[in-house]
């Protein structure tokens, strides 16, 4: 027998790192030394409270078993404590916190809880592309939102049609922005909690970069907006703010019905975080200062140096003020795949094409400064010496 894929991977977007990823092992092979600034995946290790707790809770019988579905109380009040100290938004643990293995999981599960059939979900673009890819394995409709330069990398609320956002049921946003790095303000989260208001759409916000940021900046929570409740959920990560991206732990908050209705898509495919890591996610929350600002410092250098080699290069960028990438664009002339592929060949860098994270990224590449400085800097200097 032939076996045979369901049409919603058959159809999935060809996979744009491919080639890529065969060229860059050619090279690796060949013995040139590649940079892959690629993936945004911490370096820094995990602080060493986290993995202490991780380390004591392993050892006790009671976390070897089934955990809760919606994860435990006690890591959801973490949770709720650690949003009331930190955006000062107060939070029910028990109805308006679930715990995720991962934000990418819930954020995967989502449209499975809230989109029928033809439904859609508006999608920024260029955006992480799990948002568009789960929308189509629910059988909904993503919408892309262009995110452009001169409106500031938000999307225009005023030019989403009448028929679209009749037929439109979530909205998925992220900022701190990945890849364009920039932060929202007040203004665009009220603008974005009326526009919900009045087209009956629930707002999904992905947080996972609010504690990534440099320069006195402090990213909001869509949470903190008025009448937010009502509207959304927001998803946030342990991985990026305490390095602990292997662990896959994560939750999602607001509101109630919203948080049910993921909980009961959660219970029926997944059975929970393991609870040693709730636990240890527990110690970083408690603790959520420590080694923050130096892990942010070693962030913000890298960051600088590698945008220090794009002006000698006569590249233009986004200042980044929040997360751990540069959207930067290509020269003129050239696509974001030909730049990246000549990036590759020519300078030994791998650099992410814009256009991966959607068609509005065309122009673009992003790099993911959580390598070693010292490949950073080298990085920049094969970048500065690159002549289009
Ligand atoms: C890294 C990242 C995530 C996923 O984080 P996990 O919690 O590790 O699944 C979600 N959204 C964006 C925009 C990210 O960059």
Redesign the pocket.
């Known amino acids: 027998m032939e076996i045979k894929w369901a049409k919603r991977i058959e159809e999935l977007p060809p996979y744009l790192f491919a080639e890529i990823d065969r060229k860059k092992n050619e090279l690796i092979e060949k013995g040139v030394d590649v940079i892959d600034l690629g993936v ?1 995946d911490p370096d820094i290790p995990t602080p060493d409270h986290i993995i202490e707790s991780l380390r004591e809770a392993a050892g006790r019988p009671e976390h070897h078993r089934y955990p809760s579905y919606v994860g435990m109380l006690s890591f959801r009040e973490a949770a709720a404590e650690w949003y009331s100290q930190r955006f000062g938004v107060s939070l029910d643990p028990a109805k308006e916190i679930v715990t ?1 293995i ?4 819930g ?1 995967a599960h989502a449209p499975l809880a809230f989109l029928d059939p033809g439904d859609i979900a508006l999608v920024p673009d260029p ?2 592309p ?1 948002y568009p890819v789960s929308t189509t394995f629910a059988g909904g409709v993503p919408h892309p939102m262009p995110l452009l330069k001169e409106n500031g990398f938000f999307p225009d609320l005023d030019a989403i049609s009448a028929q679209v956002a009749e037929r439109a049921v979530m909205m998925f946003l ?1 900022y701190p ?2 890849p364009t790095t920039v932060l929202a303000n007040e203004g665009f989260f009220s603008e974005v909690v009326d526009f919900a208001r009045k087209n009956n759409i629930l707002i999904c916000h ?1 947080a ?2 609010t504690e990534i940021a440099f320069y006195g900046k402090n990213p909001l929570s869509f949470l903190e907006i008025p009448g937010a409740m009502d509207v959304g959920i927001e ?1 946030h ?4 703010t305490f390095s602990m ?1 292997g662990w ?3 939750f999602a908050a607001g509101n109630e019905k919203a948080i049910g209705g993921l909980g009961k898509i959660k219970t029926n495919i997944d059975s929970g975080a393991f609870q040693a890591v709730q636990v240890a996610g527990i110690t970083a929350l408690r603790n959520s200062s420590v080694g923050l600002e130096e892990r942010k410092e070693v962030y913000r250098e890298r960051l600088e140096i590698f945008c220090r080699g794009l002006e000698e290069a006569g590249i233009s960028y986004t200042q980044p003020d929040a ?1 751990f990438y540069v959207w930067f664009e290509v020269p003129e002339g050239m696509t974001s795949s030909d730049f990246c592929a000549r990036m590759l060949s020519e300078a030994g860098v791998v650099v992410t094409p814009g256009n991966g994270f959607g068609d509005c990224g065309e122009g673009y590449a992003r790099v993911s400064v959580t390598f070693d400085t010292e490949r950073i800097k080298q990085a920049a200097e094969r970048i500065a010496d690159f002549k289009p």
């Open positions: 945004g995720l991962g934000s990418k999981e954020i955006g992480y799990v992220n922005n990945n992905d996972a970069y998803f990560s342990l991985s990026k991206t896959r732990l994560a997360t």
